[in-house]
């Protein structure tokens, strides 16, 4: 079985603490776990019989910051990629090239800024 539409997110660090601060804090007030890792998505998907899936990035403060959508599909070989790209970017076209370049992502997710 394959889930071809998933969102992972790792914890804020300071290279990417705007990516997913707003997630972190809006969940904090819910049972949830905050972060919302590969491995945490791994587990899930062997707990119900999901092969692969597809990690797509997501729309939250910096959605064009593909790192954590890159991570999971290049360290683990069950995830695939779509990363998120803004077609406003004056660099639209190189920041696709680099996206696809990447083992592991097989599309994009193109929308306005």
């Given amino acids: 079985m394959i889930d071809a539409h998933i969102h992972a ?3 804020p660090s300071r290279a990417h603490s705007r990516v997913n601060e707003h ?3 809006e ?11 590969a491995d945490r998505l ?6 119900v019989d999901v092969n692969r899936t597809v990690v797509v990035g997501y729309l939250v403060t910096e959605w064009t910051d ?3 959508v890159r991570e999971c599909v290049t ?7 779509v990363m998120m790209l803004d077609y406003f970017d004056t660099d ?11 083992e592991g992502v097989f599309g994009l997710w193109i929308a306005p800024g």
């Fill in 75 to 81: 360290e683990r070989d069950r995830l695939a990629g």
């Fill in 42 to 47: 791994l587990t899930d998907m062997d707990r």
């Fill in 9 to 11: 997110w790792g914890p």
């Fill in 23 to 25: 997630i972190c804090e």
């Fill in 92 to 102: 639209a076209v190189k920041r696709a090239r680099e996206a696809l370049s990447t």
């Fill in 66 to 68: 593909n790192w954590y």
């Fill in 27 to 37: 969940l904090a007030q819910y049972s949830v776990h905050p972060v919302y890792t």
